[in-house]
């Protein structure tokens, strides 16, 4: 990635819906040449989709949680499989250390949440034991990549 490219994705990670003119002369790039570089940036896979942000709270999702799991490591591929086709956990992550995943879950209250875990989390593929931490206010979230270029 060059300097151009840099500030092309800078911008649209502020503001993913600027017209490609907009974006194009806010760094000295005509229409054209701006979408040309944009096509590319994807095609690259460096700008991977644009999404809304929403806000959890007010859809009702009140509860969000972090759902460390130790799982039967012969189970990783059904496990990954359920993470990823189920709707309430919003993030998974592979880690190292004591546990072998970290899920972030969101739920519209806490007994919504208790039953998650009972019925669904606790009966997925090869899940041995969790813990669980229910995070109590969200600091910083969609850190911007561009800015650690």
Not at 100 to 116: N, P, Q
Request: glycine share 6%; proline share 2%; net charge neutral.
């Amino acid at each position: 990635m060059n300097d151009r490219d840099k500030q092309i994705v800078s911008k649209l990670e502020e503001d993913g819906r600027l017209s490609f003119a907009t974006l194009g002369d806010s760094i000295g790039l005509s229409k054209t040449p701006c979408w040309n570089r944009v096509k590319s940036l994807q095609q690259k896979q460096i700008i991977t989709g644009f999404s809304a942000i929403l806000s959890p709270q007010a859809m009702g999702l009140n509860i969000r949680a972090l759902v460390n799991v130790v799982i039967d490591i012969g189970q990783h591929q059904k496990f990954e499989q359920a993470i990823i086709e189920h709707a309430s956990i919003r993030s998974c992550h592979a880690i190292t250390g004591e546990f072998d995943y970290v899920l972030e879950i969101l739920a519209k209250d806490i007994t919504d949440f208790d039953e998650l875990l009972r019925v669904d989390l606790s009966k997925l593929p090869g899940v041995l034991r969790f813990n669980t931490s229910i995070t109590t206010r969200l600091v910083k979230q969609n850190g911007h990549y561009s800015k650690m270029l």
